[in-house]
């Protein structure tokens, strides 16, 4: 997530916490985060998901938003749905997609859209390129979530990343 210096707790598979913010693949609603206030205390950011991933994530939605936002937690939006980052085409697509999830809880401008890449999934520039390019002709701010194979750290950047050669 990005918390440098930060310590990390994992709960469950399902639910990890840092210092300063938390990373949930469920709704958040007042019982997990009085459990979270209570072992953690208040946190500054949540990552939660666009849409639901079968299995692996329930997305977020407007209700649950509201909560964490009327508690002072601001949502890193993340999209999720991708297992093969490769290719233009593939990056514009889930582009697109993330940009429909995101109009769709009705997510305001210039929110940075991160799209997770696990590091076991094939990746290349190419699907960077589609991802960005999209993102930043659209109201959002293109982002990347990127775990480096062998390492629990993320990469995480929402700034261009490369640069064409």
């Not at 469920?26 to 500054?44: A, M, R």
Request: with cysteine; proline share 3%.
């Amino acid at each position: 997530m990005g918390m440098n210096n930060q310590k990390r707790v994992t709960v469950n598979p399902a639910i990890t916490f840092y210092g300063g913010g938390g990373d949930s693949a469920n709704y958040t609603g007042e019982s997990l985060y009085s459990c979270v206030i209570d072992h953690f205390d208040q946190q500054k950011i949540w990552e939660r998901y666009l849409g639901t991933k079968e299995g692996v994530s329930a997305g977020i939605n407007v209700a649950e938003a509201d909560y964490l936002h009327g508690n002072d937690i601001q949502i890193l939006v993340i999209y999720n749905h991708v297992n093969d980052a490769r290719g233009f085409d593939n990056g514009v697509d889930h582009a697109e997609q993330g940009i429909i999830l995101a109009e769709a809880l009705n997510i305001p401008d210039n929110v940075a859209l991160f799209v997770d890449i696990e590091s076991d999934y094939p990746v290349d520039s190419a699907f960077l390129e589609g991802w960005y390019e999209i993102l930043s002709t659209s109201s959002y701010t293109p982002a990347f979530s990127i775990k480096k194979a062998n390492s629990p750290k993320r990469t995480m950047r929402w700034e261009k990343i490369y640069k064409r050669i």
